[in-house]
C-alpha cells in the first residue's frame, strides 16, 4: 500500500481542520488512472455509470454485475484515492442481510475500500448492519436518483422547513447508525450548512452550495462528456465531446481523401525481398 493512500482518518481530519475534500466518478481503467493522478481524495464508481455509460434512461436499471465489472477496472488503476462502490437499486432494499451481501462484494470482489447507499432514515438499519460487518458506508440525502420517480423528478429536496427538518433528522439518524460521511446532492446551501456544522462527519456536496466539507461530481459532466442532462450544479471544465468528434471526423475525411495513412504511418518492405514475393 502507497504511504499516501486516503484512508478514512485522513477524510476525518480533513474535515476538522477544515482542508476540502474532492471526489469525482469513475467507471474504466483509464479515466480512473488519470483521475488518481491528479490526487483527488475518493473517487466513486457511480451507479450514474447507467446514464453515462451504458446509455439506460436512468441508474434504476444497473445490476450489482455491472457496478462490479466496472469497480474492478477502476481498483485496478487507482493506487492514492479512497475507492467506493456505489450499491444500485434494490441490491440494499430488501433486507439487511441482502445488503450485507452485496456491500461485502465491492469489497471482496472489486476491492473497494467502502460502499455508498441512497435514502434516509429507512436505509438505518441496512446502514447499521453493513458497518457491523466491518463495511463502511457513505450515505446520500436529498436528491436520490435511485427513486426520481418517487421524488417527482430532477427536483431540489428540502426547500420548505419541513423537508430540510426531515433531510436534517435523517443526516444525524445516518451518523448515528455509523456512517462515516455523507452525499448532499440537489438541497439549498443554507440546509446544507447546517447539516455540515451538526454532523461530526464530512458531507460532500453535490448542488448543495459551498458550505459542505467537500464536493462531488460526475466526471462525464464536468469533462464534457456526456451530452444528456446537464445540471445547473454542474461546472463543466472542458468540452470533450466537441474535440472528440472534431478528432473522429478529421480522421474520417483524411482516409476518405486518401491522406492517411502515409508511409510515416507504414512498415516497409525492403526492395530485395519485395522483389523475392514477386518472383514467388
Do not use: W
Amino acid at each position: 500500500m502507497r504511504d499516501d493512500r486516503i484512508t478514512i482518518p485522513h477524510l476525518v481530519k480533513m474535515k476538522k481542520d477544515k482542508r476540502k475534500i474532492t471526489m469525482l466518478t469513475a467507471y474504466d481503467h483509464p479515466l480512473a488512472l488519470l483521475v488518481d493522478r491528479c490526487g483527488i481524495d475518493i473517487i466513486l464508481v457511480g451507479d450514474s455509470l447507467g446514464n453515462v455509460v451504458l446509455g439506460y434512461d436512468s441508474t434504476v436499471p444497473v445490476t450489482m454485475e455491472e457496478m462490479i465489472h466496472h469497480a474492478k477496472a477502476v481498483r485496478r488503476a487507482v493506487s492514492h484515492a479512497f475507492l467506493i462502490g456505489d450499491l444500485p437499486f434494490m441490491s440494499y432494499n430488501i433486507s439487511p442481510r441482502e445488503a450485507v451481501r452485496n456491500a461485502g462484494r465491492f469489497l471482496k470482489e472489486a476491492g473497494c475500500d467502502a460502499v455508498k447507499l441512497e435514502g434516509g432514515e429507512e436505509t438505518v438499519d441496512a446502514v447499521s448492519r453493513i458497518v457491523k460487518a466491518g463495511i463502511p458506508v457513505l450515505g446520500h440525502l436529498g436528491l436520490t436518483p435511485q427513486t426520481i420517480s418517487k421524488l417527482g423528478g430532477f427536483k431540489v429536496q428540502g426547500r420548505d422547513a419541513k423537508g430540510a427538518r426531515k433531510i436534517i433528522n435523517s443526516a444525524l439518524a445516518l451518523q448515528e447508525a455509523g456512517c462515516f460521511g455523507i452525499v448532499l446532492e440537489c438541497i439549498p446551501d443554507k440546509v446544507a450548512g447546517i447539516i455540515s456544522e451538526k454532523l461530526d462527519i464530512f458531507t460532500l456536496g453535490i448542488g448543495a452550495g459551498p458550505r459542505c466539507d467537500g464536493q462531488v461530481l460526475v466526471l462525464h459532466d464536468l469533462l464534457g462528456l456526456y451530452s444528456g442532462f446537464k445540471p445547473k450544479f454542474v461546472k463543466q471544465y472542458a468540452d470533450l465531446s466537441g474535440d472528440i468528434q472534431s478528432a473522429v471526423t478529421a480522421f474520417k475525411n483524411d482516409i476518405e481523401e486518401g491522406r492517411f495513412p502515409t508511409k510515416d504511418f507504414s512498415f516497409a518492405m525492403s526492395d530485395k525481398e519485395a522483389r523475392k514475393l514477386n518472383e514467388d
